[in-house]
Every structure is written in structure tokens, then in C-alpha cells.
């Protein structure tokens, strides 16, 4: 028998990841057509992430990969459970699963059992991935959270406020100064990013884009 999908239904199926050993859900994730095809070539979950608009392999960067077992589909065809032998923590968060938040008691269940750091390749993801943990934060404890709460204008303001103040920096050739106001820019950059629910992965897109291409004819282009 044959199972199919109807991906031009479908571009984008919803995917329950399950510990094999003790049945735990460890995450919800999405996966297109090449997701699921890479999946059952490699063995290992790849799936699709919507925010970074890109096919990525589970663990490829913290090591904490999904060694797909079993795989099924569920009656409509357009949801995939995989159960999953899992190596390291499923979240993001360093926690083993990705559910840990009751939302009857208002509890977290589980504490991280490794460093969310480590979770990524660079700090630009550490630092967007934290910033987005903190959105949930006391504002009053949260400088983050306390921007969040605010909302847009204050976090625009604030945009501006350090692009002047890394602006006089570089001025006034303070080379301490430089860096530390050019990493300011750069958190509040990223406040406004995760703001507007943009990932810094496509940041990086756009700036891979531009690669060869001479500058002066990408900003003619964009006028046209």
C-alpha cells in the first residue's frame, strides 16, 4: 500500500516528535516535501523552520540529533509522527523536552539540562533565542521583558538612541567604547527583530544574497 501527501494541499506538515524509549513528546515541528525526503534517506529529522525559512537537520549544530525509528502518518494525511531516539536535550532551552510549561498552574516542570549556549553555533543565535526566552520574563526583573511590555516605539527608540551613540564612538575613536556601543546596537537590533518575529537567519540570507553583487547595483535595483 501506498501513502501519499498532498503537498500542494500540504506545503507544510506538522510533526510530533515522541521518545521511542518512554513515549515522552520531545517537540512539534514542520517538515515540506524535502524535509520528509531527507528524513527517510538519512535516517535522522530534518525538518523545515518557518522563522529561518530553510531545511535544517536536527542537531546539526549542538549534536543533540533525532535518529528517526519509526515514522507514521496519521489518517488525513497531513500530520507525520516520528518516534525518535533522542541524543541530549530536544528544546532549545536545554531541557529534554520541549513542554515544560503548565499552563493550569502557571509552572515551568523542568529545568535546562545544558546550557542553552551550547545549543548553537553562534552567539547571534544564543542571544536571539534568549532574548525571545525573556519575552515571557518580569518586566520588572527583565530588561528584555520591560522593552517587550513597552512595545514598539520604545524599542525603536532605543534602536536609534544606540546607532547615535556607537556613531560618536566611532567619532571620537574610542576603540573600547566602539565595541561596547556596537554590541548594544546590536542586542536592541535584536530585540526589534524577535519584535517583529523576523529570525536573524534571514538577516544572514539577505547578506548571502548580496555576495557579488556590487553595491551600487543592488541599491539601483531596489529603487527601481
Known amino acids: 500500500m501506498q501513502f501519499e501527501i498532498d503537498w500542494q494541499k500540504n506545503p507544510l506538515i506538522p510533526v510530533v516528535v515522541q521518545n521511542i524509549e518512554t513515549n515522552e513528546v520531545l517537540m512539534l515541528a514542520y517538515m515540506n516535501k ?6 527517510l534517506s538519512t535516517g535522522y529529522a530534518h525538518y523545515y523552520s518557518r522563522s529561518r525559512e530553510k531545511l535544517w537537520k536536527k542537531g546539526e549544530t549542538s549534536g543533540n540529533t533525532q535518529e528517526v525509528k519509526e515514522i507514521f502518518l496519521d489518517c488525513d494525511s497531513d500530520t507525520i509522527l516520528l518516534k525518535v531516539k533522542q541524543k541530549g536535550p530536544a528544546c532549545h532551552t536545554g531541557r529534554k523536552a520541549c513542554f515544560y510549561k503548565n499552563l493550569k498552574n502557571a509552572q515551568v516542570i523542568s529545568e535546562p539540562e545544558i546550557e542553552p549556549s551550547l ?7 544564543v542571544l536571539y533565542h ?7 520574563s518580569d ?7 520591560k522593552l517587550f511590555k513597552k512595545g ?10 544606540e546607532a547615535g551613540e556607537f556613531c560618536f564612538a566611532v567619532k ?10 556596537c554590541a548594544d546596537l546590536v542586542y536592541h537590533s ?4 524577535a519584535y517583529s518575529n523576523i529570525s536573524p537567519e534571514l538577516v544572514k540570507k539577505e547578506l548571502r544574497r548580496r555576495f557579488g553583487v556590487s553595491g ?4 539601483r535595483s531596489r529603487k527601481e
Open 139 to 145: 518586566p520588572e526583573k527583565s530588561w528584555t521583558a
Open 216 to 219: 551600487i547595483e543592488e541599491k
Open 152 to 161: 514598539e516605539n520604545t524599542i525603536l527608540k532605543k534602536v536609534v538612541e
Open 190 to 193: 535584536l530585540v526589534a527583530l
Open 34 to 39: 524535502e524535509a520528509l525526503d531527507k528524513t
Open 130 to 136: 534568549t532574548i525571545l526566552e525573556k519575552k515571557e
Open 172 to 181: 571620537d575613536k574610542n576603540k573600547n567604547e566602539i565595541i561596547y556601543e
Open 119 to 125: 545549543m548553537y553555533e553562534n552567539i547571534i543565535d
